[in-house]
């Protein structure tokens, strides 16, 4: 929210000036006239100005087009028009860029256009899963139910994101902190160590001496050392991009000890949840594979769907064709062929779905568990390199005074 300085005049012709709080100016002009005041002049506040400039270029997060759902969800149970929702949630937003989208989401349904269709101009913003969703919602005059569904499943994404990150933080912050460590001493500390032992004429130990070489080639040519590092990020972004880039990255990743069968175990959480959330929402099997092949960020899963959706499209059963494919654990196809036989399979999805979330929550745990003790060894092991090659040769120093 902006904080606006306002000159105004009362209906009786008093002048009145004071602040207003408003996502946008034009939002300050309204409520200014809904208070019954003649606006004279309207300007963000000098010590909101910046405040205001910069909030331009915030970007719309997962977690406001998540609470956006919820509330949405709720005002239309509650029996609200989408204009009348879409201008209480775009006066209560504090992201402008958010404010400003819905801004537009509303001109669109006012204009005579459908919910689904204005959010699909925001493709940042809302999926395919998601437009999928309300499309379907609106036909079957259901989107109360599917916005409630939507809002549920999104929060419990959220909730499910928020565990792995977190499981991730802590081993994070110890690579990074022993990185900067590391070049500290390279750059800072090994130059005059060198100089020490030089002017002492020390017999340095090999470990000692890499160090050295090390150090002298970082504080020599940092210019090459940043340009590699540099080069080589945007330069595996874009193998990353290219098809057999993407394919041997994701193929190593599923691969990968611990982080692999994690990363299996995620896919598969929002795989089975979303996929229920599709067929209860009236969407086709097929269709709903079509929209979730392209949401996957795995190109095995996408590959494995696509072909597992042109089985199913030729008749065969749908547990009989997830069978096929390795990246489906066993478990996947027997459930889905009870839901195929009850005639409940989004259920039986959505078992299956915590069935997969109980399982990474389990695994998240025994990796936060397990990863303190290794990150130490590892740090000790570097720790015990660099202070034998630093400790080493002065040892020897003042073996020789003695």
């Known amino acids: 929210m902006a904080i606006f300085r306002y000159k105004a005049l009362t209906n009786d012709g008093k002048a009145s000036t004071g602040l207003v709080e408003a996502p946008s100016e034009d939002q300050a002009a309204k409520i200014l006239k809904e208070k019954q005041l003649f606006v004279v002049s309207l300007a963000a506040s000098s010590n909101t100005a910046v405040a205001e400039t910069m909030?331009?270029?915030?970007?719309?997060?997962?977690?406001?087009?998540v609470n956006f759902t919820r509330q949405?969800?709720?005002?239309?149970?509650?029996?609200?028009?989408?204009?009348?929702?879409l201008r209480i949630l775009r006066t209560q937003t504090t992201n402008p860029l958010f404010a400003k989208n819905l801004e537009a989401i509303e001109h669109h349904i006012t204009s005579g256009g459908n919910l689904a269709d204005a959010l699909a101009k925001?493709?940042?913003?809302?999926?395919?899963?998601?437009i999928a969703l309300v499309r379907a919602g609106e036909a079957s005059g259901m989107l109360d139910k599917v916005l409630v569904r939507l809002a549920d499943t999104l929060e419990a994404e959220r909730e499910f994101r928020g565990k792995v990150i977190g499981a991730l933080i802590y081993p994070a912050i110890i690579v990074v902190g022993m990185i900067v460590v590391v070049i500290i001493m390279m750059i800072v500390v090994m130059p005059k160590l060198s100089d020490l032992y030089r002017d002492f004429n020390l017999s340095l130990p090999m470990t000692t001496q890499i160090l050295i070489s090390?150090?002298?080639?970082?504080?020599?040519?940092?210019?090459?050392?940043?340009?590699?590092?540099v080069g080589?990020?945007?330069?595996?972004?874009?193998?990353?991009?290219?098809?057999?880039?993407?394919?041997?990255?994701?193929?190593?990743?599923?691969?990968?000890?611990?982080?692999?069968?994690?990363?299996?175990?995620?896919?598969?959480?929002?795989?089975?949840r979303t996929l229920s959330m599709l067929i209860s929402s009236g969407i086709h099997i097929l269709d709903a594979l079509r929209i979730l092949k392209n949401s996957m960020g795995n190109v095995l899963y996408r590959n494995d769907v696509d072909e597992i959706a042109k089985k199913i499209e030729k008749g065969f059963p749908i547990?009989?064709?997830?069978?096929q494919y390795k990246e489906f654990p066993p478990v996947v196809s027997q459930m889905m062929k009870v839901g195929e036989e009850t005639g409940k399979l989004d259920d039986t999805?959505?078992?299956?779905?915590?069935?997969?979330?109980?399982?990474?929550?389990?695994?998240i745990k025994g990796l936060t568990t397990a990863i303190e003790p290794i990150i130490m060894v590892i740090l000790g092991v570097g720790v015990g390199f660099i202070v034998i090659s630093v400790i080493t040769p002065i040892y020897n120093l003042t073996a020789q005074f003695k």
Not at 55 to 65: A, D, I, P, Q, Y
Not at 72 to 85: D, H, I, N, R, Y
Not at 349 to 363: G, I, N, T
């Open 55 to 65: 909030s331009k270029f915030r970007k719309v997060g997962f977690g406001e087009v």
């Open 72 to 85: 949405l969800s709720t005002m239309v149970v509650a029996g609200l028009t989408l204009p009348e929702c």
């Open 122 to 130: 925001y493709p940042d913003l809302f999926s395919q899963i998601y």
């Open 214 to 229: 090390i150090s002298n080639f970082t504080v020599k040519f940092w210019w090459l050392v940043l340009a590699l590092v």
């Open 232 to 272: 080589g990020v945007f330069g595996f972004r874009a193998w990353r991009k290219t098809e057999s880039g993407e394919f041997i990255t994701d193929a190593i990743l599923l691969k990968l000890p611990v982080f692999g069968n994690l990363q299996k175990k995620v896919i598969l959480v929002e795989f089975t």
């Open 319 to 323: 547990g009989d064709s997830f069978a």
């Open 349 to 363: 999805l959505l078992k299956l779905s915590v069935y997969f979330q109980v399982e990474s929550e389990a695994m």
